[in-house]
């Protein structure tokens, strides 16, 4: 694939003698939705996490828009253009929720970030027109000057998706965005996600949830302990007989 943003080649990964991936081979094509999915303990957070840095791979390498950044720093791969969504989402739980999503964008652009800076903050206006644009797109305007401590767990995930929108990174990874979020929330998520993909933004999504799956993704890996068993359209996976038999079985 020519137009691959994020190529991940032949990544093994071990965790003692538990074999979490094994010979991963992974291209996200520029500006589309690549879905990971695959049962509990299929090694989903594992390829997450190498490709953000956060766990180097054994063997194999992991390459950025033309940089390998495989071993490189999680700050690093950031500061190139990959932002992440958490399962447990990664807040300032005393800040507001306004500050909260001002916070990322001024150390983006400064590289650094003093807390002691962050009365000026407020003051950069067009940030902080563009950070409660942003709190409107996830639902949570009204909410802009209560602590983020307050938020439930979906709340926080969605303030976290604020956060990473506003670094305008080239690829966003989001591990399950819509866990904890009601019907109605995840739709408007849903919703918010098919909007960031027409401004032209690649993003890989691990999600349980087929509704967000298949309403999304324009690609599908299927990973089956550590392996990737399936690749494909979401109607070439839909109909495998393997992926089925892996994982979708009847109950999706
Ligand atoms: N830091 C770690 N140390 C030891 N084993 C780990 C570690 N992280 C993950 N594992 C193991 O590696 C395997 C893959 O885990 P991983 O969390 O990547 O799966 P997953 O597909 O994301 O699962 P889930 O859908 O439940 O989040 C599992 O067997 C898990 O127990």
């Given amino acids: 694939m020519n137009n691959a943003v994020l190529h991940v080649s032949e990544v093994q990964k071990s965790f003692g003698g538990l074999r979490a991936l094994t010979d991963i081979e992974l291209q996200v094509e520029k500006g589309k939705t690549h879905a990971i999915i695959g049962p509990n303990g299929a090694g989903k957070s594992t390829l997450l996490n190498v490709c953000i840095g956060r766990l180097p791979p054994d063997s194999g390498t992991v390459t950025f828009d033309g940089h390998l950044i495989t071993g490189r720093p999680p700050y690093e791969i950031n500061q190139l253009g990959v932002a992440r969504v958490f399962q447990t989402p990664e807040i300032f739980p005393d800040l507001s929720l306004l500050q909260n999503v001002m916070v990322p964008a001024f150390a983006k652009r400064d590289g650094t970030f003093r807390m002691s800076a962050l009365s000026s903050l407020e003051k950069e206006t067009d940030l902080r027109d563009e950070a409660e644009k942003l709190l409107e797109d996830v639902g949570l305007l009204q909410f802009y000057a209560k602590l983020a401590s307050s938020l439930s767990r979906g ?6 998706l ?5 670094q305008h990174p080239k690829l966003l990874l989001l591990d399950e965005p819509t866990a904890g979020m009601s019907r109605h929330d995840t739709n408007r998520t849903i919703d918010l996600l098919k909007q960031i993909k027409e401004r032209g933004m690649t993003k890989v999504i691990i999600e349980h949830d087929m509704h967000v799956v298949f309403s999304l993704a324009d690609r599908i890996s299927v990973l089956a302990q550590g392996k990737i068993i399936a690749e494909g359209t979401p109607d070439e996976v839909r109909g495998s007989p393997r992926v089925q038999e892996a994982y979708l079985g009847g109950a999706h």
């Fill in 162 to 166: 604020a956060m990473c929108l506003i």
């Fill in 155 to 160: 709340d926080k995930r969605r303030l976290e």
